[in-house]
Every structure is written in C-alpha cells, then in structure tokens.
C-alpha cells in the first residue's frame, strides 16, 4: 500500500488563500440580502409613520431627479429597491474586504451597521444636500434598520455553523458577544 503526502495548504497550487475565496462576492451576496431585510423594516417603519421617506429615493431624487422623473410614477418604487439592493451589495463587499479577524467577531456586523448609518448621516447626506432633520423616532428607525443591515451582512454563511461548540479554542473564555464565529 502506498501513502500520498500531500504539501501543506499554503504551498499547493490548488488551493487559493483565505482573501481569494470569494468572502467579497459572498458579503456581496448578504449585502443584497442584508438591503432586503431593510427594506422590510422600512415599510413597517414608513407605515407607522416613523420614517417620511426613505433615504434610498432621498439620494436618487437628488442625484438623478431627471432620470428618476423619466421612470413611470408606478415603477419608481422598484427603481428605488434596485439601487437599495445594490448599495446594499456595494456595503457587503466592503464588509468582506475587512480582514477576517475583524468580520469573525459576534459585534462586528451591528457595529459595521451603526457605522454604516453614521457615514449617511455624517459625510454622505450633507455631500449631498440631503436635509437631516429627524424627530427620534425617525432617527431610532434608522439605526435600527441598519443594525438589522449588519447582522445579516455578518451572518455565517453555512447555517449549521451559526454557533461555535462550546469550550472551543481560546475564544471558550470571553462572552459570547466577543468570540469568533466558526
């Protein structure tokens, strides 16, 4: 019987490094997911009268008033979901870029959300010429939707391996918002 030995991983040829196996396109993936989700808790918020109008048709309204104008009144909506989801998608890629130790972290995503939501309110919405003046509720409603932004941008992307066994490795001593996932 003859054994095969093999070279180590990061020796062999076929096997790509941890930053070339697609977690960009993947975060990319949950960041159009991730824009979904969002947009479902929008509505809810948009309904109850927490949020006048979505940040989404905020930008495209005056970035693109012209374009946006030309789209039928009926199909704006969906114009609207569109460059959420890709905005979304464009976040994800971000968040797959962060180094693996980072982007491993149980707090990672909501914290990444909270950023992302900051970056609007901060730099982008005054960019832009984007009036600013939210009543708590509007603003909770936000930072709420963007938390929600970050959990599924973060989330594993195999679901049998959502949650780390217990005593497992070093992370076994921190709580559980700090440990790595799996």
């Known amino acids: 019987m003859t054994q095969t030995l093999q070279a180590p991983s990061h020796l062999r ?8 196996r697609k977690p960009i396109v993947r975060a990319a993936a949950r960041g159009a997911i991730a824009s979904m989700a969002m947009s479902g808790l929008r509505q809810l918020t948009t309904a109850l009268g927490m949020v006048p109008s979505t940040p989404p048709e905020s930008v495209i309204e005056r970035t693109a008033p012209t374009a946006f104008h030309n789209v039928p009144a009926e199909r704006r909506p969906a114009v609207v979901e569109a460059v959420h989801w890709l905005y979304g998608a464009g976040g994800g890629a971000f968040f797959g870029c962060l180094p693996r130790a980072v982007r ?9 959300g909270v950023l992302a939501w900051a970056a609007f309110e901060v730099a982008i919405a005054p960019a832009l010429g984007l009036p600013r003046r939210h009543g708590k509720a509007e603003r909770l409603a936000l930072l709420a939707d963007h938390v929600l932004y970050g959990m599924v941008v973060a989330a594993s992307p195999w679901p049998h391996e959502d949650r780390p066994a217990k005593g497992r490795g070093q992370d076994a001593a921190l709580p559980p918002w700090a440990q790595e996932r799996p």
């Open 104 to 112: 491993r972290r149980r707090w990672a995503g909501p914290v990444y």
């Open 13 to 20: 040829e076929d096997v790509r490094p941890e930053r070339e």
